[in-house]
């Protein structure tokens, strides 16, 4: 953990990833562990690059077939990307997390639930509506 974050490297952050939690979901299976999560990890030892790349294709991960977890609550992509802080990060945590619902994630890992609630409510409803009308 001191050193994940200097210099992270990657030839291609969305297969690298991919790649890893894949093995370590058939690992798993053969062991005969099948109730999985799956959270990319946002922030660990990636850029903000790496991660916004990340959030733009999550929906790369459903060929995992697991539910994906999804942690950017007030991390350094939103608040040094916005100029702020954690501590002021709350709009910019709420913008993602819109974000990553509407590209897959199935839970999000948070620090103000409220507000979080609040973006899961308005998404489900707008998905709601479009699966309704036929656009999903």
């Known amino acids: 953990p001191q050193t994940m974050q200097q210099r992270p490297q990657y030839g291609d952050i969305l297969r690298e990833v991919f790649d890893y939690l894949n093995f370590t979901v058939k690992r798993l299976h053969s062991m005969g562990i099948v109730d999985l999560l799956i959270d990319p990890g946002f922030g660990f030892g ?40 954690a501590a002021e990060a709350l709009n ?6 819109t974000m990553a619902l509407l590209n897959g994630a199935s839970l999000l890992r948070v620090h103000d639930v409220k507000e979080a609630m609040e973006a899961v409510v308005l998404v489900q409803q707008l998905q709601q509506k479009e699966s309704k009308n036929g656009v999903m």
């Open 46 to 85: 990636k850029t903000s690059q790496h991660n916004f790349r990340l959030l733009a294709e999550l929906g790369f991960f459903a060929e995992l077939e697991k539910a994906l977890v999804v942690g950017v609550s007030r991390k350094g992509m939103v608040y040094k990307t916005l100029g702020t802080t």
């Open 92 to 97: 910019g945590t709420t913008v993602l997390h």
